[in-house]
């Protein structure tokens, strides 16, 4: 009679070993490139929108006009925090307008929008022109400075430099974007 030689139980407990070892190894590569490529389309998606948002803001920050107004926080009739100011810059409309950014919230849905308004200071109709810029932004905060200290508020006074400090909804961060405003 033939002997049959098989594996040992040791042999054998070997390969099980070295098998959960490369498989617990490439789970973790894996899951680490998995991620990865998370965070990498997660910064994409907020690039794609700090980039626009900045050169709106931008346009409109460079096109102040104050011979009609100084730019200002308010609130409004419904109590929501706004930044106004005229710019000669209009998107919607030939001339001088009035430019007003706020939030808008869907307390059902659960949804923020900042919003771009814009009205006509030559026309007799109060209605103007809204425009969903973002739905990313959650609230935001208006600074100025004059002589480098920052202060909320204009006080009557012109700033030299202005921070909206944009609070993101998603990531629970904030985007801090500072522009210098011409006299």
Not at 31 to 49: D, H, M, P, V, Y
Not at 59 to 77: C, Q
Request: some cysteine.
């Amino acid at each position: 009679m033939k002997l049959v030689r098989g594996f040992t139980l040791v042999e054998l407990l070997i390969a099980v070993a070295l098998t959960a070892f490369v498989i617990t190894v490439s789970y973790s590569f894996f899951n680490l490139i998995e991620k990865s490529g998370r965070f990498s389309a997660e910064n994409s998606e907020l690039q794609s929108t700090i980039v626009p948002l900045f050169y709106i803001f931008l346009k409109d920050f460079e096109s102040i006009d104050r011979r009609y107004g100084a730019i200002s926080v308010k609130k409004d009739s419904d109590n929501r925090k706004t930044l106004e100011f005229y710019t000669n810059s209009c998107y919607y409309f030939k001339g001088v307008c009035r430019v007003k950014y706020w939030i808008y919230e869907n307390k059902e849905k659960k949804i923020h929008y900042l919003i771009r308004s814009e009205y006509r200071i030559n026309s007799l109709s109060p209605s103007g022109i809204d425009v969903p810029v973002t739905s990313r932004v959650s609230d935001f905060q208006i600074l100025f400075s004059r002589s480098g200290d920052w202060y909320n508020g204009t006080a009557g006074t012109s700033p030299s430099l202005l921070k909206i400090v944009l609070k993101l909804r998603d990531e629970g961060g904030e985007l801090p974007l500072v522009f210098k405003l011409r006299n």
